[in-house]
């Protein structure tokens, strides 16, 4: 059972360029949505979040979009530089306690090509 | 700035024999974590452990898995009689409280399992 959802396996994007990576949930008890980028060899880095009560949340290069009525949520990347190329994992957490631990979407490779 | 380290970066073992993976959280942060990635597929969720107990566990984390906090620093997950399909990454994460609104965790850099 497939909480959240990532279904674009990669994605190429030509430097300065926007990068869109898109992820989609299930559980309507999430409330607090994260994104972690991931290198080889190297374990997950907190990149950005955004909580329920927000629709985008935006830092430096990154903004991260929330349409709850779609349960779906989009991290922008713009302009993409070379050294974002890695794995980007969309992460959620929530629920009645508002205790769970993360529940992470497949990733998403992106290249982003000089 | 504090980081979550974990050792040994890989470990190889035959099926069968029991394994310690170690970590050792950030030094303020009150829960910790174990997740896996199978080659391939998405990160898991296997434990969350507070105040010396496990918090919530999921599925995976059978009666093979145990988590220990043995001093104030590492936190170790053992697995007893490892199978071939525990070969993964195991990841650790610490946050400074639980897993609620406005918290990120923090990973470690992984351990590789290979289980032959």
């Known amino acids: 059972d497939q909480q959240v959802k990532q279904n674009s396996p990669s994605l190429s994007v030509q430097e300065g360029r926007i990068s869109i990576l898109n992820c989609d949930y299930t559980n309507s008890m999430f409330d607090y949505f994260l994104w972690y980028k991931k290198y080889p060899a190297e374990g997950p880095t907190f990149l950005i979040s955004?909580?329920?009560?927000?629709d985008k949340n935006e830092d430096g290069r990154f903004t991260v979009f929330l349409n709850k009525s779609a349960k779906h949520l989009s991290l922008h990347i713009v302009p993409s530089q070379p050294g974002d190329s890695a794995v980007y994992f969309c992460?959620?957490?929530?629920?009645?306690?508002?205790?769970?631990?993360?529940?992470f979407g497949k990733g998403t490779r992106l290249s982003v090509i000089a | 700035e504090p980081e979550v380290t974990q050792t040994p970066s890989h470990q190889v073992t035959q099926m069968g024999q029991e394994v310690i993976l170690r970590c050792v959280p950030i030094?303020?942060?009150?829960?910790f974590y174990w997740y896996r990635q199978i080659l391939g597929q998405k990160v898991e969720f296997l434990v969350s452990f507070y105040n010396n107990e496990i918090s919530e566990k999921s599925e995976i984390f059978d009666d093979q898995f145990s988590v220990e906090r043995p001093d104030g620093s590492n936190f170790t997950l053992k697995i007893r009689s490892t199978k071939l399909e525990d070969s993964a990454m195991y990841f650790c994460?610490?946050?400074?409280?639980?897993?609620?609104?406005?918290?990120?965790?923090?990973f470690g850099q992984g351990t590789r399992l290979t289980v032959v």
């Open positions: 030094s303020n942060h009150l829960y």
């Open positions: 992460a959620a957490s929530g629920g009645s306690s508002g205790n769970t631990p993360l529940v």
């Open positions: 994460a610490s946050t400074p409280d639980g897993p609620s609104r406005d918290t990120e965790a923090f």
């Open positions: 955004i909580s329920s009560i927000k």
